[in-house]
C-alpha cells in the first residue's frame, strides 16, 4: 500500500451487483438517479478530488478498482464513474483560481470532458474566446464542469499549442447524440460551446502537463496530483472493463451448474472436462488483464508517491498495458458467450449487454491496441520521436 486506499466496495454495494442494475442499464440512455445518488453517497465520484474539497485523492489504482465494482453491475455506469473522476483529476492539476470555483461551494461538482481539440479558439485580453464541439463527453448530462481541448492561437491567429479548457455548465448546451448499442447509460453526448468567453485561470497548456508541468501549486503535498498525465488518462479507461470482465466470468460459472451442453450427454456444463479446461484458461486470461492493469497503476502511483516522473519507455507500456487489458477482456467475453450459448443473446441476458458495453468501451481512440503497441514497440528500440502519437 503506496498511502491510504478507497474501499471500493462501498461504490459496488451502492450500485448493486446484480440483474437489476444491469437489466435496467441495458435500454436506459442515462444511469438512474437513484444509482447516481448512492454512488455520490458512496465517495464513487471523489476518487480524484483535492482532500481540502472533501475528495479523497485516490491513487491511480483506487480508480480503478472503483470503476471495476460499478461496472460488475453497469458497464455505462462505471464508465461515468472513471470519467467524472479522471476528469476531477484533470482539475486539480490546474490553477487554485480554478479549483475553488468548481469545487469551493459545491464538494459534489461533476466534472467531465474530452481533451481533442475540436473547436476554434482566439486570443483576447484575459484569455480565449472559444467556439466548438466535443463529441462523447460521457456523464454530461450530470455535469457542472466540462473539461474541453482547445486550439491555442497566438495574437496572430496562428495555432501554436494545445490547450484543456474547463467551462461551467451555464456556458454550454449539451446535444443529444449517443444512439449506440454498447454503454448506452454513460450518455456520452456532445457539448456545444458558442462564443464563450474562457479566462486564462481555466485554461492548462496540454504539452507541458504530458511531460508533467502542472499549474496546482499544491502538488507537493498531493501525490495524486503528480502522476503522470497521459498514463493516468490512458489507465483509467480499461477499469470498467475489469469489471465487466469479471461480471460475465460469475455469471457463467454460476450458471453452468445448472445449464445443459446441448446435443451431448452431460446434464451440466459443470461436468464436461471442455468447459472446465475453456474456464481455467479465460480465467488466466482475465488475470491477466487484471495484472497488467496493476502493474501499470503501480508504475504510476509509485513514481507519484515518489515524486518522480516515469521515463519513456515506461509510460509508453502503460499505454501498451492499457491495450492488453482491453483487448484480453474482449476475449474473456466473446469466450464466455460461446461457453454460455446462444441464450447469451437473448434481451432478458445480461452477457449480451456486458458483451455490447465491454466492445464498445474497448474502441475508444486512447486504448486503440494499434497506436499504443507501436508506441511502446518504438519506445523499446529507443525511438522516442512522438510520430505515431503525442500522448505519451
Given at each position: 500500500?503506496?498511502?491510504?486506499?478507497?474501499?471500493?466496495?462501498?461504490?459496488?454495494?451502492?450500485?448493486?451487483?446484480?440483474?437489476?442494475?444491469?437489466?435496467?442499464?441495458?435500454?436506459?440512455?442515462?444511469?438512474?438517479?437513484?444509482?447516481?445518488?448512492?454512488?455520490?453517497?458512496?465517495?464513487?465520484?471523489?476518487?480524484?478530488?483535492?482532500?481540502?474539497?472533501?475528495?479523497?485523492?485516490?491513487?491511480?489504482?483506487?480508480?480503478?478498482?472503483?470503476?471495476?465494482?460499478?461496472?460488475?453491475?453497469?458497464?455505462?455506469?462505471?464508465?461515468?464513474?472513471?470519467?467524472?473522476?479522471?476528469?476531477?483529476?484533470?482539475?486539480?492539476?490546474?490553477?487554485?483560481?480554478?479549483?475553488?470555483?468548481?469545487?469551493?461551494?459545491?464538494?459534489?461538482?461533476?466534472?467531465?470532458?474530452?481533451?481533442?481539440?475540436?473547436?476554434?479558439?482566439?486570443?483576447?485580453?484575459?484569455?480565449?474566446?472559444?467556439?466548438?464541439?466535443?463529441?462523447?463527453?460521457?456523464?454530461?448530462?450530470?455535469?457542472?464542469?466540462?473539461?474541453?481541448?482547445?486550439?491555442?492561437?497566438?495574437?496572430?491567429?496562428?495555432?501554436?499549442?494545445?490547450?484543456?479548457?474547463?467551462?461551467?455548465?451555464?456556458?454550454?448546451?449539451?446535444?443529444?447524440?449517443?444512439?449506440?448499442?454498447?454503454?448506452?447509460?454513460?450518455?456520452?453526448?456532445?457539448?456545444?460551446?458558442?462564443?464563450?468567453?474562457?479566462?486564462?485561470?481555466?485554461?492548462?497548456?496540454?504539452?507541458?502537463?504530458?511531460?508533467?508541468?502542472?499549474?496546482?501549486?499544491?502538488?507537493?503535498?498531493?501525490?495524486?496530483?503528480?502522476?503522470?498525465?497521459?498514463?493516468?488518462?490512458?489507465?483509467?479507461?480499461?477499469?470498467?472493463?475489469?469489471?465487466?470482465?469479471?461480471?460475465?466470468?460469475?455469471?457463467?460459472?454460476?450458471?453452468?451448474?445448472?445449464?445443459?451442453?446441448?446435443?451431448?450427454?452431460?446434464?451440466?456444463?459443470?461436468?464436461?472436462?471442455?468447459?472446465?479446461?475453456?474456464?481455467?484458461?479465460?480465467?488466466?486470461?482475465?488475470?491477466?488483464?487484471?495484472?497488467?492493469?496493476?502493474?501499470?497503476?503501480?508504475?504510476?502511483?509509485?513514481?507519484?508517491?515518489?515524486?518522480?516522473?516515469?521515463?519513456?519507455?515506461?509510460?509508453a507500456r502503460v499505454r501498451a498495458d492499457t491495450a492488453t487489458v482491453a483487448e484480453s477482456v474482449t476475449q474473456v467475453i466473446d469466450r464466455l458467450l460461446s461457453i454460455h450459448g446462444a441464450g447469451s443473446f437473448a434481451e432478458s441476458s445480461p452477457l449480451q449487454r456486458i458483451w455490447r458495453d465491454s466492445n464498445?468501451?474497448?474502441?475508444?481512440?486512447?486504448?486503440?491496441?494499434?497506436?499504443?503497441?507501436?508506441?511502446?514497440?518504438?519506445?523499446?528500440?529507443?525511438?522516442?520521436?512522438?510520430?505515431?502519437?503525442?500522448?505519451?
Amino acid at each position: 500500500m503506496l498511502y491510504p486506499r478507497v474501499d471500493s466496495s462501498h461504490a459496488s454495494r451502492a450500485y448493486g451487483r446484480r440483474n437489476g442494475a444491469r437489466a435496467a442499464a441495458s435500454t436506459a440512455t442515462v444511469v438512474p438517479d437513484a444509482s447516481i445518488d448512492a454512488l455520490r453517497e458512496a465517495g464513487a465520484f471523489r476518487i480524484g478530488t483535492p482532500k481540502r474539497y472533501g475528495g479523497l485523492e485516490g491513487t491511480a489504482q483506487d480508480m480503478l478498482d472503483v470503476a471495476a465494482a460499478t461496472a460488475y453491475g453497469d458497464g455505462g455506469a462505471g464508465w461515468t464513474v472513471t470519467l467524472a473522476n479522471v476528469c476531477g483529476w484533470l482539475a486539480g492539476l490546474m490553477s487554485r483560481e480554478l479549483q475553488d470555483e468548481i469545487w469551493g461551494q459545491d464538494p459534489d461538482a461533476f466534472v467531465t470532458g474530452v481533451l481533442a481539440p475540436t473547436a476554434q479558439a482566439t486570443r483576447v485580453d484575459g484569455g480565449y474566446r472559444v467556439t466548438g464541439k466535443w463529441y462523447y463527453n460521457s456523464g454530461s448530462y450530470r455535469s457542472t464542469w466540462a473539461g474541453v481541448g482547445i486550439p491555442i492561437p497566438n495574437e496572430a491567429g496562428e495555432i501554436v499549442n494545445q490547450g484543456l479548457a474547463v467551462i461551467p455548465r451555464t456556458d454550454y448546451e449539451i446535444e443529444d447524440t449517443w444512439f449506440v448499442t454498447g454503454m448506452r447509460s454513460s450518455a456520452s453526448n456532445c457539448i456545444v460551446v458558442e462564443d464563450v468567453f474562457v479566462p486564462d485561470h481555466r485554461v492548462m497548456m496540454v504539452p507541458p502537463a504530458i511531460g508533467g508541468q502542472y499549474l496546482n501549486p499544491d502538488v507537493a503535498d498531493e501525490p495524486v496530483h503528480r502522476a503522470a498525465f497521459v498514463p493516468v488518462l490512458a489507465l483509467v479507461l480499461i477499469g470498467a472493463q475489469l469489471g465487466l470482465g469479471r461480471a460475465a466470468f460469475d455469471f457463467v460459472v454460476e450458471k453452468a451448474a445448472t445449464k445443459a451442453v446441448p446435443y451431448s450427454f452431460f446434464q451440466t456444463q459443470a461436468e464436461s472436462t471442455a468447459v472446465q479446461l475453456e474456464l481455467a484458461r479465460i480465467a488466466q486470461l482475465l488475470d491477466t488483464a487484471e495484472l497488467h492493469a496493476r502493474r501499470a497503476a503501480a508504475d504510476i502511483d509509485t513514481a507519484a508517491v515518489a515524486g518522480t516522473y516515469p521515463d519513456y519507455r515506461t509510460r509508453a507500456r502503460v499505454r501498451a498495458d492499457t491495450a492488453t487489458v482491453a483487448e484480453s477482456v474482449t476475449q474473456v467475453i466473446d469466450r464466455l458467450l460461446s461457453i454460455h450459448g446462444a441464450g447469451s443473446f437473448a434481451e432478458s441476458s445480461p452477457l449480451q449487454r456486458i458483451w455490447r458495453d465491454s466492445n464498445t468501451a474497448a474502441r475508444h481512440g486512447v486504448v486503440n491496441p494499434l497506436v499504443s503497441y507501436e508506441v511502446y514497440g518504438k519506445a523499446i528500440v529507443g525511438d522516442e520521436r512522438p510520430v505515431v502519437s503525442p500522448l505519451v
